[in-house]
């Protein structure tokens, strides 16, 4: 009965007309960022974040969902009509996908897409209605001990979602812990690394930092890159498939969603891997794997099914216990204490209007995604044509503002402008941010509950032993450490970053 009162309240707050505007903007731009390669929702989400301001907090992240899950449907366009995957997730979708457009089936080929889509997302949003609750219960056997070690366990998650060097990843994470402590610690009312800079003393504001880093950063390495784009088909022909087909990609919907929901709760699975591995079990239980890479119909379902369930799940871990399971949630936690808002377990009970509005939110936004979608493939097929070098400046100019309308200061201008430089050469040495930006977020929590922890034990370190969650939990942290070191996932780690 809980769970029905809850679902209640979310679709009340979800159907809202000013949530329902924002999530239908989100899901336009999500959509818009996935048909253009090069513009992902990390920094669109990053680039978006001092324009929510003004928002209720539930409006607010309605809309920067939308903006996630949307991509994975955008991405889709791309990869079919031109070969070229709008985001990571829909590189598996380029293989068959694009081989029924040059067959004539375009229009086949994204109705299933979206459809798939349609399906996981509805799938997903059950499976986290399911699984919030009992989470929530957990939350309230939480005191400072064990808020402590969860704090770490999501440190070391950001280090597993990294690629390359489990060094470098542990570097990023001091790194961002130390910057977090910058400014007049409350405590004692000391000056910690202000430097006699009036601007530092209520600490790095997170918003400009995420938009160098994430946003910035990575557009300007994307200018770089070679632009060439060549659209299979102007007109798509019919986008309604056929029974068989249906038929056909319904199976492949199911074990991809299935696949999609299990992958993206994992901290470190990646946008990738719940397609990549969709594709793959469809290909072995293929009766003739010999059609894969030759349109079949089974190499689209599958992975756009895989990819948007895996979108919503990950936002599990982020709603029930705080931690991110990607580098996009690692934004959102932030984004969360930006409008004063604590992550952790006990967001399911102080906020169950944001929570649950969120869920049923998901749902309406893929109503949305694929009502507006399909009759909008003229429009995303004219934005392909863009060229990346005109949108350049209007995505500097529209930063600059957003990051001086948070506190109507230069200062914030400036660090934006100089976290774009660290975030650029972080892209050029191969480095990711994630873990740095994350510690940022993060570190003054950390602080404050290992203090609260001290004063409740009296100074003794072994309460975050004998506590058992607690104990449970640094297992966990242990366990990953050992993991990550290892010579064999090292190196695939190593691979991963080079491809």
Same mark, same amino acid.
């Given at each position: 009965?809980?769970? %029905?009162?809850?679902?209640?309240?979310?679709?009340?707050?979800?159907?809202?007309?000013?949530n329902?505007?924002? =999530?239908?903007?989100?899901?336009?731009?999500g959509?818009?960022?996935?048909?253009?390669?090069?513009?992902?929702?990390?920094?669109?989400?990053?680039?978006?974040l001092?324009?929510?301001?003004?928002?209720?907090?539930?409006?607010?992240?309605?809309?920067?969902?939308?903006?996630?899950?949307?991509?994975?449907?955008?991405?889709?366009?791309?990869?079919?009509?031109?070969?070229? /995957?709008?985001?990571?997730?829909?590189?598996?979708?380029?293989?068959?996908?694009?081989?029924?457009?040059?067959?004539?089936r375009?229009?086949?080929?994204?109705?299933?897409?979206?459809?798939?889509?349609f399906?996981?997302?509805?799938?997903?949003?059950?499976?986290?209605a399911?699984?919030?609750? /009992?989470?929530?219960?957990l939350?309230?056997?939480?005191?400072?001990? !064990?808020?402590?070690?969860?704090?770490v366990?999501?440190?070391?998650?950001?280090?597993?979602?990294?690629?390359?060097?489990?060094?470098?990843?542990?570097?990023?994470?001091?790194?961002?812990?130390?910057?977090?402590?910058?400014?007049?610690?409350?405590?004692?009312?000391a000056?910690?690394?202000?430097?006699?800079?009036?601007?530092?003393?209520?600490?790095?504001?997170?918003?400009? +930092?995420?938009?160098g880093?994430f946003?910035?950063?990575?557009?300007?390495?994307?200018?770089?890159?070679?632009a060439?784009?060549?659209?299979?088909?102007?007109?798509?022909?019919? @986008?309604?498939?056929?029974?068989?087909?249906?038929?056909?990609?319904?199976?492949?919907?199911?074990?991809?969603?299935?696949?999609?929901?299990?992958?993206?709760?994992?901290?470190?699975g990646?946008?990738?891997?719940?397609?990549?591995?969709?594709?793959? @079990?469809?290909?072995?239980?293929?009766?003739? /794997?010999?059609?894969?890479?030759?349109?079949?119909?089974?190499?689209?379902?599958?992975?756009?099914?895989?990819?948007?369930?895996?979108?919503?799940?990950? %936002?599990?871990?982020?709603?029930?216990?705080?931690?991110?399971?990607?580098?996009?949630?690692?934004?959102?936690?932030?984004?969360?204490?930006?409008?004063?808002?604590?992550?952790?377990?006990?967001?399911?009970?102080?906020? /169950?209007?944001?929570?649950?509005?969120?869920?049923?939110?998901?749902w309406?936004?893929?109503?949305?995604?694929? +009502?507006?979608?399909?009759?909008?493939?003229?429009?995303?097929i004219a934005?392909?044509?863009?060229?990346?070098r005109?949108?350049?400046?209007?995505?500097?100019? %529209? =930063? =600059?503002?957003?990051?001086?309308?948070?506190?109507?200061?230069?200062?914030?201008?400036?660090?934006?402008?100089? =976290?774009?430089?660290?975030?650029?050469? %972080?892209?050029? +040495?191969g480095?990711?941010?994630?873990p740095?930006?994350?510690?940022?977020?993060?570190?003054?929590q950390? !602080?404050?509950?290992?203090?609260?922890a001290?004063?409740?034990?009296?100074?003794?370190?072994?309460?975050?032993?004998?506590?058992?969650?607690?104990?449970?939990i640094?297992?966990?942290?242990?366990?990953?450490?050992?993991?990550m070191?290892?010579?064999?996932?090292?190196?695939?780690?190593?691979?991963?970053?080079?491809?």
């Amino acid at each position: 009965m809980e769970l %029905f009162d809850s679902l209640f309240l979310g679709l009340q707050v979800a159907v809202e007309p000013q949530n329902l505007l924002y =999530c239908l903007f989100g899901v336009l731009i999500g959509t818009a960022i996935g048909v253009l390669p090069g513009i992902g929702p990390i920094p669109t989400v990053a680039l978006l974040l001092p324009f929510t301001f003004g928002l209720e907090p539930a409006t607010a992240f309605i809309m920067l969902a939308g903006i996630f899950y949307g991509a994975q449907y955008g991405g889709s366009t791309t990869a079919i009509l031109v070969n070229v /995957p709008g985001e990571t997730s829909s590189v598996v979708t380029c293989i068959d996908g694009h081989q029924m457009a040059k067959k004539g089936r375009a229009g086949h080929a994204l109705a299933i897409a979206a459809i798939s889509s349609f399906f996981a997302g509805t799938v997903a949003t059950i499976v986290i209605a399911l699984l919030a609750i /009992p989470l929530a219960a957990l939350a309230l056997k939480f005191t400072a001990v !064990e808020y402590f070690s969860l704090l770490v366990l999501g440190l070391i998650a950001a280090v597993v979602l990294a690629h390359g060097s489990v060094a470098k990843a542990l570097a990023m994470i001091v790194l961002g812990l130390i910057l977090g402590i910058v400014g007049i610690d409350v405590s004692s009312g000391a000056s910690r690394m202000t430097f006699g800079i009036p601007n530092l003393a209520d600490g790095l504001d997170f918003v400009p +930092v995420a938009m160098g880093l994430f946003g910035l950063g990575e557009i300007i390495a994307n200018l770089e890159r070679p632009a060439e784009r060549r659209v299979v088909a102007q007109k798509v022909g019919s @986008l309604m498939p056929s029974w068989p087909d249906l038929r056909q990609a319904f199976p492949a919907m199911v074990r991809g969603t299935a696949i999609g929901s299990f992958l993206g709760v994992l901290p470190g699975g990646g946008a990738a891997l719940p397609p990549f591995t969709a594709y793959a @079990l469809e290909k072995k239980a293929a009766r003739d /794997p010999s059609r894969f890479g030759h349109g079949a119909i089974e190499g689209v379902a599958g992975p756009e099914a895989a990819n948007n369930a895996g979108a919503q799940t990950s %936002f599990i871990p982020l709603l029930t216990l705080g931690i991110p399971s990607n580098a996009l949630m690692a934004l959102m936690i932030g984004a969360l204490m930006m409008h004063g808002i604590q992550p952790g377990p006990q967001i399911m009970t102080e906020q /169950p209007a944001l929570v649950w509005g969120l869920i049923a939110s998901m749902w309406t936004g893929n109503l949305m995604l694929l +009502v507006i979608n399909l009759p909008m493939i003229g429009v995303w097929i004219a934005m392909l044509k863009i060229p990346y070098r005109l949108m350049f400046p209007a995505i500097v100019l %529209f =930063c =600059c503002i957003g990051a001086y309308g948070i506190s109507n200061s230069m200062f914030n201008v400036w660090l934006m402008l100089g =976290c774009a430089a660290i975030g650029y050469f %972080f892209i050029k +040495v191969g480095v990711e941010p994630a873990p740095l930006l994350l510690g940022l977020v993060l570190g003054p929590q950390l !602080e404050e509950n290992f203090r609260r922890a001290m004063l409740l034990a009296d100074g003794d370190v072994t309460v975050f032993v004998t506590s058992p969650i607690s104990a449970a939990i640094l297992a966990i942290v242990a366990l990953l450490l050992i993991a990550m070191f290892s010579p064999k996932i090292a190196r695939k780690r190593e691979e991963a970053l080079v491809e």
